[in-house]
Structures are given as structure tokens and as C-alpha cells.
């Protein structure tokens, strides 16, 4: 298929998925005039990586993990091939993670306790 079918069946602009290739995260054949062809598995690879750049990992991250990732449950990356440079990207990640449910954890908390103290009865805004 060619880059606009892709396009159109991942909801992803063709910019983005030229920046995917620049970023050698997609990788499509080229026709005899050029043109990019990307086979059938394109669209499940685009929406993994969009998956993963919308949980917050880098291109970098997603170049060093793609070929391992058998679907959005799984990671197959056997432990000989993961690089201390990939670990560290990773652990980062984690921790970064972590950093932003804390956070959000403590901002439900100040929330729910403010609800609760203008709305005793509840402690959950009135609904109309």
C-alpha cells in the first residue's frame, strides 16, 4: 500500500509517518518510481508506535524495543539483547512514570479532600 492508504487507515498524517521512517522506526519499500510500499503488518507497527509515543516513550526508546514487541501485552526482548544503553532508557522511563502517577495521586487526593470539605455530604461534585 502507499503512504496515504496508510495514512488513512492509521488516522496518522503522511508527515509523521516520513518522520517515523527519517527516525528508522518504519521502514517501506520503495517502488520503481519511488514510491513508498509498506506491506500489511505497516499498519499494526504504526499503531505500536503511536501506542507507545502516546504512553510517553521517545522515538529512541521505540527504535531500541520495536523489533521485540509481539503486540501491545508483550515485550520479547531477550535478555542477551537488551544493551545497558536500552536498561537505562527504561529504568528512566519508569521512573519517570512513577514521578507523574505520584503526582496525580497526590492531585486527586487535594481534590477529593477539598470536595469534601465544601461538600460534606458527599465529597463528589453535584451533578445537574
Known amino acids: 500500500m502507499k503512504i496515504g492508504e496508510l495514512s488513512r487507515r492509521t488516522g496518522v ?11 528508522d522506526l518504519l521502514h517501506p519499500a520503495r517502488t520503481g518510481n519511488g ?5 500489511e503488518a505497516a499498519v499494526r507497527d504504526v499503531q505500536q508506535i503511536r501506542g507507545l509515543l502516546d504512553s510517553g516513550l521517545t522515538t529512541e526508546m521505540i527504535r531500541a524495543i520495536l523489533p521485540y514487541l ?3 501485552e508483550e515485550i520479547l526482548l531477550p535478555p542477551e539483547h537488551l544493551t545497558p544503553q ?6 528512566a522511563h519508569i ?10 495521586a497526590c492531585n486527586r487526593d487535594r481534590l477529593s479532600a477539598y470536595l469534601a470539605a465544601v461538600r460534606p455530604d458527599t465529597g463528589r461534585p453535584q451533578t445537574s
Open 13 to 23: 498524517p503522511t508527515r509523521l509517518l516520513r518522520y517515523y521512517e527519517e527516525q
Open 35 to 39: 514510491y513508498r510500499a509498506y506491506d
Open 70 to 72: 509481539s503486540g501491545p
Open 86 to 91: 536500552t536498561a537505562a532508557l527504561l529504568s
Open 95 to 104: 521512573d519517570r512514570i512513577q514521578a507523574r502517577i505520584d503526582c496525580l
